[in-house]
């Protein structure tokens, strides 16, 4: 069975500041990888996805996030962060196959300081 | 727009007395989600239906059941809310089955008093 790990509870950066978010997985073969975002009290929204191909995506609201076999991440970046990215950011990995099914990591909370 | 509706956000049931969670979609999506959130933690998946096929996670409580009349709507219901079934509960669809990504409602926060 596939499983996440986010290493980071909680993160806090300045306004402006860049910004990385880790994710581990582990999957016996190529993963789909996603991240999400999560506002107070709100649902969560796709980011961005990684299926095949090109190992750096591109998502929504500038960010990006890189696909490495080798360490078994998918880490999740932006160069310069705003207040309006404060929020809770979840990185997911779907197994193959009709049957699969996604699996959420714990979360990594962003704290934005002015 | 398309999207994922869910009602009510905010419901309030005592102890014990069945509950109703709903959540209609307008993306035509064949799958459709139950996730509860405990504050802090990740989604856990419930279950979900792949058009009229239901699939129950081996872990999900038995308190817990789902309908999915037709392709526009799926319910949760709570039989009999403990304490503990105090949470979030997420709506989700996707256009397939697999893990491809998913749609999610703004979600009903559950109070059980």
Redesign the interface.
């Known amino acids: 069975a596939q499983s996440v790990t986010q290493p980071d509870i909680h993160i806090t950066v300045s306004e402006g500041a860049s910004l990385e978010l880790r994710c581990n997985y582990s999957y016996g073969a190529t993963?789909?990888l996603?991240w999400?975002v999560q506002s107070p009290?709100?649902?969560?929204?796709?980011l961005l996805?990684y299926f095949s191909g090109d190992t750096l995506v591109q998502g929504i609201k500038g960010f990006e996030a890189e696909f490495k076999r080798s360490q078994s991440s998918f880490n999740l970046r932006k160069p310069s962060v705003h207040w309006s990215d404060a929020a809770e950011y979840?990185c997911a990995?779907?197994?193959?196959?009709?049957?699969?099914?996604?699996t959420?990591?714990?979360?990594t909370?962003l704290t934005v300081k002015p | 727009d398309a999207m994922?509706i869910?009602n009510p956000r905010y419901q309030v049931t005592q102890f014990g007395k069945p509950v109703t969670l709903s959540c209609s979609q307008t993306l035509n999506h064949n799958v459709m989600y139950w996730y509860q959130q405990k504050s802090?933690?990740?989604?856990k998946?419930l279950f979900?239906y792949y058009d009229k096929d239901f699939n129950n996670e081996a872990d999900t409580p038995d308190n817990f059941q789902s309908r999915r009349p037709n392709t526009s709507f799926c319910f949760l219901d709570i039989r009999s809310p403990g304490l503990g079934d105090a949470a979030m509960y997420?709506c989700?669809t996707s256009p397939r089955?697999?893990?491809?990504?998913?749609?999610?409602?703004?979600?009903t926060?559950l109070t059980v008093t």
Do not use: N
Request: net charge positive; charged share 10%; no cysteine.
């Open positions: 993963p789909y996603f999400y009290g709100q649902g969560l929204q796709l996805k979840f990995v779907g197994a193959r196959g009709y049957a699969g099914k996604s959420f990591g714990d979360g909370t | 994922v869910q802090s933690q990740a989604p998946l979900h997420l989700a089955g697999g893990p491809y990504e998913q749609y999610f409602g703004p979600g926060r």
